[in-house]
């Protein structure tokens, strides 16, 4: 067989693998537990704390992500000034730090022994074993997946819609907000969505840094955790729940950026 | 020229499938027995062995020693999903009984005791005896009660009138899974007080003070180990278990602040 034949027939084997791989673990979670099962598992009262602190958790730091990144992210993509490629390095850090890492950073910064912890406390503003805790942690390893879409989403807009903005008046807070964000809609929310899916999977700063107490910094993952050992199917149950909410997560986006491409478009 | 590039693709080919033979066999070697030729152990052991059991591996003359801590329920449930260390070494009795009485463990045998104390860090005086853990404004830490030392802490708790346990329960800030969370909230400055082995503020090397209990709160922690069956090197794991209950790993315990098994 000569190697113009053989590529794609590898191209599809890599595909086939990479799918495979990918999606039988997924699969499991649902095979291993019938539906029934399923359902009662989710009414049980630990799980639907954890869910609801998942959600008010990551809903309450995409909130924060998406308030602030924007605006910086549109500064890293519109200005260059001193430092900017350092700056867009230091944004992208919490990405490759481990979980367990960015928990023993957030204590070292703000823990009650740590650098502001002493200013902290005198505000009395309370992070660890809090709730408000668990937001900052997700804060932190979140940010960076919405902040690097979003740079690269505001840099690729076409200049000359930016001009057109700016030559029939517009000052650039208004052609940040009416043109700018509207192009860029469907990169921006891509980027929110891995920012979410990666804030709702998030467990070790979380409880390196906030703890784990039910109802108050229990987030899923977390129960998913403390379940495994002693509830198999109860784990499994809220691991498949965690799956349908990321999958809904994925759609809403596709959705969303659809919707974007089409008012663009008009 | 079409023959002599189809010979470089060839050749290319040839490279990468020789890079990636050599790279196979050096991970099956490596999985095999190591860089120093020595047979391997795994061992699973509760987070609270990790000081004495280090020490002692070390020491192990006969094999490489490797290890997995963590809380020993949750290594249990991977001993039920089919992951296969050679041993494992429980903080709760019970936990290796009910893996021998589902045949995933040979018969156990106890090798250490430990007790219960409540740890503060050190200097502190928020907290100074059992009575001041039930006081309005203390944050406690304790294990998740899955966990062997959430297990013993809520035992222990059982036995303490109701108003004072649930005052406690509601000073309770965080449900860890294994007992080095609960050291970990405590050295960081987070929490008042949690519930510890005594070997683990031995282990914290200053960081915490204990605080005893009375006698009839201490808890009986047993700790045993057990053999997984059908493993390669058995007269290895054999050895490593005479060896807690008689050589250096006795010596490693007993240093680490465990009592000898009953």
Not at chain 1, 70 to 91: H, Q
Not at chain 2, 23 to 31: N, T, V
Not at chain 2, 135 to 160: C, D, F, M, Q
């Amino acid at each position: 067989m000569s190697a113009s034949r053989l590529f794609p027939l590898a191209l599809v084997a890599a595909l086939a693998l990479a799918l495979s791989f990918l999606t039988f673990p997924i699969v499991a979670i649902f095979a291993d537990v019938g539906p029934g099962e399923l359902v009662s598992s989710i009414d049980d009262p630990g799980s639907l704390d954890a869910l609801r602190i998942s959600l008010e958790t990551t809903g309450l730091a995409l909130a924060i992500i998406l308030a602030i990144g924007t605006p910086a992210a549109w500064m890293l993509a519109t200005r260059s000034f001193p430092g900017r490629s350092v700056a867009i390095t230091l944004v992208e850090l919490p990405l490759v730090l481990p979980p367990a890492v960015a928990g023993v950073g957030l204590l070292a910064a703000l823990g009650p022994k740590g650098i502001l912890g002493p200013a902290l406390a005198d505000g009395n503003v309370e992070l660890v074993f809090q709730t408000a805790g668990v937001v900052v942690a997700l804060t932190f390893v979140a940010s960076p997946f919405y902040l690097r879409q979003a740079q690269a989403a505001f840099a690729s807009i076409d200049p000359q819609l930016l001009d057109a903005s700016r030559t029939l008046g517009a000052g650039e807070a208004r052609t940040f907000a009416r043109v700018a964000i509207p192009t860029a809609l469907p990169a921006l929310a891509a980027g929110a969505a891995l920012a979410w899916g990666r804030a709702l999977g998030e467990f070790g700063a979380t409880l390196v840094f906030a703890g784990s107490l039910r109802g108050v910094t229990q987030t899923a993952p977390l129960a998913i955790f403390e379940r495994f050992s002693t509830d198999f199917p109860g784990a499994l149950a809220l691991a498949a729940v965690l799956v349908a909410l990321s999958g809904a997560i994925l759609l809403a986006t596709k959705l969303v950026a659809t919707l974007g491409l089409d008012r663009a478009q008009a | 020229m079409p023959s002599r590039s189809q010979h470089e693709r060839a050749l290319r080919a040839g490279a990468w499938l020789a890079l990636v033979g050599v790279a196979a066999s050096l991970a099956a070697g490596c999985g095999g027995s190591g860089s120093s030729g020595k047979p391997r152990l795994t061992v699973s052991a509760a987070a609270s062995l990790k000081g004495a059991f280090e020490r002692y591996g070390r020491d192990f003359p006969d094999a490489q020693v490797r290890f997995s801590f963590g809380g020993s329920d949750e290594l249990a449930a991977q001993i039920r999903q089919g992951v296969k260390p050679d041993l494992y070494a429980a903080a709760n009795v019970k936990l290796s009984a009910q893996l021998f009485s589902e045949g995933l463990l040979e018969k156990p045998v106890p090798f250490a005791r430990n007790r219960l104390v409540i740890a503060v860090p050190a200097g502190s005086s928020r907290v100074r005896a059992l009575s001041d853990l039930a006081r309005n404004g203390v944050k406690l830490v304790v294990g998740a009660p899955s966990v062997p030392i959430g297990s013993y802490t809520r035992a222990l708790l059982e036995r303490l009138p109701r108003v004072q346990r649930e005052r406690i329960l509601a000073n309770v800030r965080s449900q860890e899974p294994d007992v080095t969370g609960v050291v970990g909230k405590l050295t960081e400055g987070a929490a008042d007080a949690g519930f510890v082995y005594a070997t683990d503020v031995i282990a914290s090397g200053g960081r915490l003070d204990a605080i005893e209990l009375p006698k009839r709160l201490r808890g009986r922690v047993a700790y045993a180990v057990g053999i997984l069956p059908g493993i390669e090197h058995e007269q290895l794991a054999r050895a490593f278990v005479s060896g807690l209950l008689s050589g250096r790993g006795r010596a490693a315990l007993l240093e680490a602040g465990f009592e000898p098994p009953r």
